[in-house]
């Protein structure tokens, strides 16, 4: 019997008195952090939520997070993390399709998050700064629930480039063995490590990677609401951070920040990179300029997340995503499944203890995702001489904007609701501190006539900040293949058709 929640008990007792999650000024130690989860589980049974139950949170990097995350999973939750940045019909989505029971909502994404629960029938509790007063008003209940390795303890929502988001059925065993290998292997935590905590705590890699492995280990995690990379600077030097966990476009933006120069940076030690590929110019001069060492590595949501790294001890390359890290398997395949020769490219397909149960009440695409307990991940890679993997390209057009994921279908569909549209494409256009910008091609209906602004400010109104798309072209037609298919590979945006 496993249940992640566990792990905060066992940290409180031993580290009860030591910083747990800091925000500026405000700082829970490891015993009100318990205390605050104890409360939040006794809440959840009063609203009648049950061992199982989907719990969704709609929260920025604020400290009630963690504290309504292991609330919940103490009484055997699932919990539902999204990003608070979805508009109502978002969250509407995720709540219908995860079968939630209740959802908690930040102060200032509230409005969007009670409109979702609202369609769906279920309440929405607002979370604001006096959030500690409504959780004064119940008892700490103490007990944690028994739950088997393999049950769910996290739907995290993610989508290929077909169909609407899935949700990865991750476990208490794949996130507690990831967790553990991310405090052990990867950044060697102990109690006197501060880990920066500016990746999103909603999604996998600062989930596990960051708030999981610090509680594991009874590190502090010093949180970011939202990512700036001046302030980012002046935490490291404030808060003395030992662990600095982020995406290359946050590493390039303290690189170029206007401080950079006369920054603090001397406490770090150790930094980890993922969620796209770090440019080697950005890792090398990070490097130079901070004193430090950038470890590059590479997972998904579906392997909660980490699966290779380049790890401590050993050679590192830059551009390599590294090695297999501990209990998990990796390989390249063909088409046909089979592996491909050393150098040749194929795609990468993952088999261990970090992959996902399978997708949240979608049996067809578990059984095409895994094949013989192998996830085929849809990215494209080849492997040297030593073992070290190289990305290449990814099978699914999945767009990394600033470290986010932008998947092209989700921003169509939006795009498709307006009267007037055909058809779209939405394709990823370089960006030099983004990483990827998201387009749209559209194709009106005979007669039609929409200028590129209406149409962006429509998608805006309907999708995440991060996903509407910042530019829009109307054509007369879209690339096509024999078969009709639009051929989003063969989209150019206006000033690069020519090429």
């Known amino acids: 019997m496993t249940n992640m929640a566990d792990n905060l008990t066992r940290t409180a ?10 925000l500026d000024d405000l700082v829970l130690t490891y015993s009100e952090l318990q205390d605050g989860a104890r409360r939040v589980a006794a809440l959840l049974k009063s609203k009648g939520v049950k061992s199982g139950d989907r719990v969704g949170l709609v929260l920025p990097n604020v400290p009630s ?5 292991y609330g919940a999973l103490a009484i055997g939750a699932v919990v539902v993390p999204m990003n608070p940045l979805l508009k109502g019909r978002e969250v509407k989505y995720y709540l219908e399709d995860s079968g939630a029971s209740i959802v908690f909502a930040w102060r200032d994404m509230a ?8 369609e769906v029938g279920i309440e929405c509790v607002e979370v604001g700064l006096d959030f500690a007063k409504v959780l004064g008003q119940h008892d700490p209940d103490e007990q944690v629930v028994d ?8 739907l995290l929502y993610t989508s290929g480039t077909t169909g609407q988001p899935k949700g990865a059925e991750l476990t208490h065993h794949s996130m507690n063995t ?8 990867l950044v060697q935590l102990t109690e006197h490590d501060v880990v920066m905590g500016c990746l999103p705590l909603f999604h996998v890699f600062g989930l596990t990677c960051g708030l999981n492995a610090s509680i594991l280990k009874g590190s502090c995690l010093t949180l970011i609401p939202r990512f700036d990379a001046e302030k980012a600077l002046e935490i490291v030097g404030r808060d003395h951070v030992t662990v600095f966990e982020g995406v290359p476009t946050m590493y390039a933006g303290m690189l170029h920040a206007v401080s950079a120069d006369k920054a603090d940076m001397s406490s770090l030690r150790t930094c980890i990179s993922g969620g ?13 300029k901070f004193d430090c060492i950038v470890l590059e590595g590479y997972g998904l949501s579906e392997t909660s997340p980490v699966a290779s790294f380049n790890q401590p001890g050993k050679e590192r390359k830059p551009g390599s995503i590294g090695t297999e890290v501990r209990g998990v398997q990796m390989k390249v395949v063909g088409d046909d499944d089979e592996d491909v020769a050393q150098g040749e490219v194929g795609e990468i397909v993952i088999k ?30 080849k492997i040297d001489e030593d073992g070290y993997y190289f990305i290449v390209d ?6 990394i904007r600033g470290g986010y994921n932008v998947y092209p279908r989700e921003v169509e569909e939006a795009l498709y609701e307006h009267a007037s549209v055909a058809e779209v494409a939405v394709i990823g256009i370089p960006h030099d501190s983004l990483g990827e910008e998201v387009g749209a091609a559209v194709a009106l209906k005979p007669g039609e006539k929409v200028s590129e602004k209406d149409l962006q400010a429509f998608a805006k109104e309907r999708l995440a900040a991060y996903k509407y798309p910042r530019a829009v072209w109307v054509v007369d037609e879209l690339p096509k293949g024999p078969t009709g298919k639009i051929l989003r590979r063969e989209v150019r945006p206006p000033d690069q058709r020519s090429t």
Do not use: C, Q
């Open 352 to 381: 261990g203890e970090n992959v996902m149960k399978g997708y949240w009440g979608r049996a067809e695409d578990t059984a095409g995702a895994i094949k013989d307990g192998w996830f085929h991940t849809g990215d494209l890679a």
């Open 147 to 154: 739950r088997n390795d393999d049950d769910t303890v996290v």
């Open 13 to 22: 007792e031993h580290y009860g008195d030591r910083p747990a999650i800091k």
């Open 394 to 399: 990814r099978k699914k057009d999945l767009i």
């Open 111 to 118: 409005a969007e998050a009670a409109k979702g629960a609202s």
């Open 276 to 288: 796209s590929a770090m440019p080697v110019e950005v890792m090398k001069n990070f490097e130079k």
């Open 65 to 69: 997070f963690p504290v309504l995350f």
């Open 178 to 185: 990831n967790a553990a290998t991310s405090a052990e292997t």
